[in-house]
């Protein structure tokens, strides 16, 4: 763009130059002819002996008019449409040029007769038109030569900067195709000899860094994870223990419930997160499972199986392991099936991934969480808030996601979770 408006500067500036030169070239040469044409009839009326001029024929051509002394027309003739102008300029006692409106110069020469006296004025007039032509054709010209003067610059330089910047557009797609975990990808460059290598070599330098943070990160998840798993388990088992005793009250019994309740959804949990820590791109690559299965296991874990009913797809196979498709389905059906009386499944591919639609009939996802929906905490039903937010990280650590689909919120909550698929 720059290039571009750059050349049109340049190529305006040169058309205005150019139109300038013609017009004054064009103006001075009509000035010339009519100079010429004015001095040849002065010299015949200079020649003659006495004060009327006597002029040859052959001088007397279109838009010549001889004048004496009295302002008479004595010779030659004048245009009709110009009779106004030439009886002004018959008067004129001293040289001078005149344009009318009808495109035409036109010359006054006062002349003398060859004893001093006063002979009279000569008038004579040219036509502009073939000098307008020429600088019309000078116009056209010079657009021609402004547009090749703007576009091919403009042209090379697009091609230019298309052909430097290539590496770099191969770059951003290379690395949006690359998932969001696959850590091990590199550019490798080579040694940074150039702008572009030196580019991908602090990418890879950067993409180095990010792999250690999110490795610690997994390893810290790991650990707590596997920390956590041997009390929660002592815990759930007392509990269970205790529930089977006959003699307990009603409230205790209750109460019980509530622990083992909430400990089994901490398993829950504390099982997605060892999933998502342990997920590796090799173990993606070689994991294959069908998803009428993990629907299958998916009903088992949700209350309310009953409220669900499944539609197309289930046939459909997922580049995953079952266990990591189940956590990342079953807290989004859970949440369909605890707002709504009807859940519907249904599945169609979508390119390399299976696009999974849980639809329920509920009241549909508040306004206010709409942006908060996948926070850690957010619910707006007195729940932990940490389900959605599980799924979606359970399903991006596969290469896929779970996205609110918000067009479909007047007649309940529409999620999409998007699993890999084999093409």
């Known amino acids: ?233 002592a815990i759930l088992s007392t509990a269970e223990v205790i529930a089977l005793s006959p003699d307990l009250d009603d409230e205790l019994r209750a109460d019980l419930g509530e622990i083992i309740s909430h400990c089994r959804s901490m398993a829950t949990t504390i099982t997605g997160l060892l999933d998502i820590a342990r997920a590796s791109t090799g173990a993606r690559a070689s994991a294959r499972c069908r998803l009428e299965d993990v629907v299958a296991e998916v009903l088992r874990q949700v209350d309310r199986p009953e409220a669900v009913t499944l539609g197309s797809g289930g046939k459909l196979a997922l580049a995953m392991s079952a266990d990591t498709a189940v956590r990342a389905l079953v807290p989004v059906v859970a949440n369909a099936v605890r707002h709504g009386t009807h859940v519907l499944v249904d599945a169609v591919v979508d390119g390399h991934f299976v696009m999974i639609a849980i639809r329920d009939d509920g009241p549909g996802v508040p306004a206010a969480l709409h942006e908060h929906l996948f926070e850690p905490g957010a619910s707006g039903s007195g729940g932990s808030g940490l389900g959605l937010a599980l799924a979606r990280r359970v399903a991006r650590s596969a290469g896929g996601d779970v996205v609110h689909d918000r067009r479909d919120d007047d007649g309940g909550a529409v999620f999409q979770v998007r699993l890999p698929t084999e093409i």
């Open 1 to 233: 763009m720059a290039t571009a408006s750059l050349s049109l500067g340049v190529a305006v500036l040169l058309v205005l130059i150019i139109q300038l030169v013609l017009e004054t070239s064009a103006a001075e040469a009509a000035d010339r002819v009519l100079e010429n044409r004015a001095d040849a009839v002065a010299q015949a009326v200079e020649s003659g002996g006495d004060r009327v001029p006597v002029i040859p024929p052959s001088l007397l051509g279109p838009g010549v008019a001889v004048y004496d002394g009295a302002g008479r027309l004595v010779a030659g003739s004048v245009p009709p449409a110009q009779a106004h102008e030439y009886e002004e300029m018959s008067r004129r006692v001293s040289p001078a040029f005149h344009s009318d409106e009808d495109d035409y110069r036109l010359r006054a020469l006062p002349v003398q007769s060859a004893d001093g006296a006063f002979a009279g004025v000569v008038v004579v007039s040219e036509s502009l038109e073939p000098y307008e032509g020429q600088e019309r054709n000078g116009l056209l010209t010079g657009l021609g030569a402004a547009l090749v003067i703007v576009v091919l610059p403009t042209g090379l330089a697009a091609w230019a900067s298309r052909r430097a910047l290539a590496p770099v557009a191969e770059m951003a797609r290379t690395a949006d195709e690359w998932s969001a975990h696959d850590l091990g990808r590199r550019f490798d460059l080579g040694p940074p000899t150039d702008e572009i290598k030196a580019l991908g070599h602090t990418l890879d330098g950067l993409l180095e860094r990010v792999a250690r943070a999110i490795g610690d990160e997994q390893r810290l998840t790991s650990e707590l994870a596997h920390e956590l798993r041997t009390p929660l388990a």
